[in-house]
C-alpha cells in the first residue's frame, strides 16, 4: 500500500509540476538510488556487461547511471503525461523517420501494424505524437502489485487517448481486435515477462525472451516493424520505424518465430550498441552461467 500511495503522490501531485521540475527530481532519485540499490545496480552492469564486453569499466558505469536516469525520466514523462501539450510534443520535441511516410498511410488503408519496440529510450512517450495525428494505438503493460497500482498505471498512460491492456490473455484478445480492425499496437520485445517465450541467443549468450509479438503478427498477418526511440538532450526524443520483418511462410510455425525473433533481435543489438545508456531495464536479462566444476570445488572450499 505504501506503493500505491508514493505513486499516487507522484503522479496525482507532483505530476502538475512543470516538466524540468520533474526531470530534476528523477535526476536526484536516480543519484540516490544508483548508489542505495545496489542489487539493481548489480543487474543493470550485467546487462549492460552483455551488450558492450569489451569496454572498460568506467564507460559500463557512466552506461549504467544513464539507465538510472532514464528509468527517472520515464516516470517523470508518466506522471506528466495528462498535462501534456501534444501539438508542442509533436512539433517541437520529437523526430519521427517512417511514421508519416510509412505508418500513416498503413494505417489509413485499414492495415493493422505491430510495432516492436523495446525498453529502449521511452516508447510509451514516444506513442503520445499518434495522437495529433489521429491515430489511436493499443499496448499491453506488465502487471505490477498491488492491483490498485497497475490500474493507476494504465489510468496515467491511457489519459491522452490510447489504450493499455494488463499482459495475458484477456489483453492479447483487445490486441488482436485492435490489429483486425486497422489500429497499430505496440509491443515489447526485450523482456521475458509473461506469455509464450523462446530460448534465443542475444549477445553471443542464450536467454528467454518473449514470442508473443511475432505470434501475434504471424497469427493475424499484421505487418510486424521494429520501432525504437531514443531520447535526445533533457526533453527531446528521436524516433525510427525500420524496415518490416519478413520470413518465407512454412508449415512449422515454431521455425517461422525463431527467425522473426532473430531478425528482430539483431535489430535490437545493433541499437543497444549504438547508445546502451538508452537501455531502461533494471531487471536481469541473462541467467547466471553455469558454475564449472572447479569453481564448484572453490565454493565449496570456501563454505567449509
Known amino acids: 500500500m ?26 536526484a532519485a536516480a543519484f540516490a ?103 489511436k494505438m493499443a499496448a499491453v503493460t506488465e502487471h505490477v502489485k498491488p492491483p490498485a497500482l497497475s490500474r493507476l498505471l494504465n489510468e496515467v498512460r491511457s489519459s491522452k487517448g490510447h489504450e493499455f491492456y494488463p499482459v495475458g490473455v484477456g489483453g492479447a484478445k483487445r490486441i488482436i481486435h485492435a490489429l483486425r480492425n486497422g489500429q497499430a499496437v505496440a509491443l515489447m520485445g526485450d523482456r521475458d515477462i509473461e506469455g509464450p517465450r523462446m530460448r534465443l541467443p542475444f549477445f553471443g549468450q542464450e536467454t528467454w525472451m518473449p514470442t508473443g509479438p511475432i505470434e501475434v503478427g504471424l497469427r493475424t498477418g499484421c505487418p510486424i516493424y521494429p520501432s525504437f526511440s531514443a531520447r535526445r538532450g ?15 511462410r512454412t508449415d512449422d510455425f515454431q521455425a517461422d518465430v525463431r527467425a522473426l525473433e532473430l531478425q528482430y533481435i539483431a535489430r535490437l543489438e545493433r541499437r543497444l550498441r549504438d547508445e546502451p545508456g538508452q537501455w531502461a531495464v533494471f531487471e536481469r536479462l541473462w541467467d547466471a552461467p553455469e558454475a564449472t566444476p572447479a569453481t564448484e570445488r572453490e565454493k565449496q572450499k570456501a563454505t567449509a
Open 33 to 135: 538510488g544508483y548508489r542505495l540499490c545496489p542489487g539493481v545496480r548489480a543487474n543493470v552492469w550485467d546487462n549492460l556487461g552483455h551488450v558492450m564486453p569489451d569496454a572498460p569499466k568506467s564507460k559500463v558505469r557512466t552506461a549504467a547511471k544513464q539507465v538510472f536516469r532514464n528509468v527517472g525520466y520515464y516516470y517523470a514523462d508518466l506522471a506528466h503525461m495528462p498535462h501534456m501539450d501534444l501539438q508542442d510534443f509533436l512539433h517541437n520535441r520529437i523526430i519521427l523517420h517512417g511514421v508519416r511516410e510509412v505508418l500513416l498511410p498503413l494505417l489509413e488503408s485499414g492495415q493493422g501494424v505491430v510495432m516492436l519496440s523495446a525498453h529502449y529510450g521511452t516508447a510509451e512517450l514516444a506513442m503520445q505524437a499518434m495522437i495529433p495525428l489521429r491515430q
Open 2 to 27: 505504501l506503493k500505491y500511495i508514493l505513486f499516487w503522490v507522484v503522479f496525482r501531485i507532483l505530476g502538475r509540476l512543470p516538466l524540468g521540475a520533474l526531470y530534476t527530481i528523477a535526476d
Open 234 to 248: 533533457r526533453f527531446g526524443l528521436e524516433c525510427w520505424m525500420e524496415e518490416p520483418l519478413h520470413v518465407e
